[in-house]
């Protein structure tokens, strides 16, 4: 098991553009969770997934933002016509719900800024 | 106001403890969690409790949960430089909650 990668890690744009970020999850976890961190703050949740079902959705931050979870494997997230203030990092987290508590593990994130 | 609030920054001597405090206020919280992140790093679990608990240790790690007053904490044994780090308190019932992190500082 190697745990939840994201792609990229890293990612700067110019303001207006969109924005793509991957997550692949743990492979036997059934739910994916996307998050935003800024600076000096925890990560705010964003939405989640229980295999290819988006089951909350109305904490995403605008409506630039979408998330999609084809297969029940891996997900993206898409920011649209990006504003400064969309510079963070977004973090990507699964679990199962079958096992430890429906714990969720974090990968290392994308951080994106927008100049 | 916020959910989940800790005191933002910690500094204590290599090999001391360190007692990082957490309050939260839905008590409907299933479970609590502490988290740790290191500079441009994800957040890597350390360990979580059960709301019926009230006491895990885990090697250096012991967490005490007081349900009544809605009060987590995070206790290092024997802090080294390694453990320099923000931690996160987390909690959950339907979704995860976290704190804005404290900074821990091990000082050699």
């Known amino acids: 098991d190697t745990g939840v990668s994201q792609d990229p890690r890293h990612k700067i744009t110019k303001r207006g553009q969109n924005v793509t970020f991957r997550c692949d999850p743990i492979?036997?976890?059934?739910?994916l969770y996307w998050y935003r961190q800024t600076l000096g703050q925890g990560p705010e949740f964003l939405t989640y997934?229980?295999?290819?079902?988006?089951?909350?959705k109305s904490r995403l931050l605008s409506d630039r933002f979408s998330a999609e979870r084809p297969k029940g494997s891996f997900s993206t997230l898409e920011i649209q016509r990006t504003e400064q203030g969309d510079s963070a990092m977004y973090l990507c987290a699964s679990s199962s719900l079958y096992s430890g508590g429906d714990t969720q593990y974090f990968g290392p994130g994308t951080r994106l800024t927008v100049l | 106001g916020e959910d989940v609030e800790q005191s933002l920054f910690l500094s204590v001597r290599e090999g001391d403890s360190s007692v990082i405090n957490c309050t939260y206020t839905d008590s409907s919280s299933t479970y609590l969690y502490w988290y740790k992140q290191e500079p441009g790093a994800g957040l890597q679990l350390l360990t979580y409790i059960f709301s019926n608990m009230d006491m895990k240790q885990d090697q250096r790690l012991t967490v005490l949960l007081n349900k009544k007053d809605k009060h987590l904490s995070l206790r290092i044994a024997d802090t080294q430089t390694g453990d320099s780090a923000i931690y996160f308190c987390a909690e959950r019932d339907n979704d995860m909650r976290f704190g804005a992190g404290t900074r821990l500082t091990v000082k050699p």
């Open positions: 997934f229980q295999n290819e079902a988006q089951l909350e």
């Open positions: 492979s036997e976890h059934n739910r």
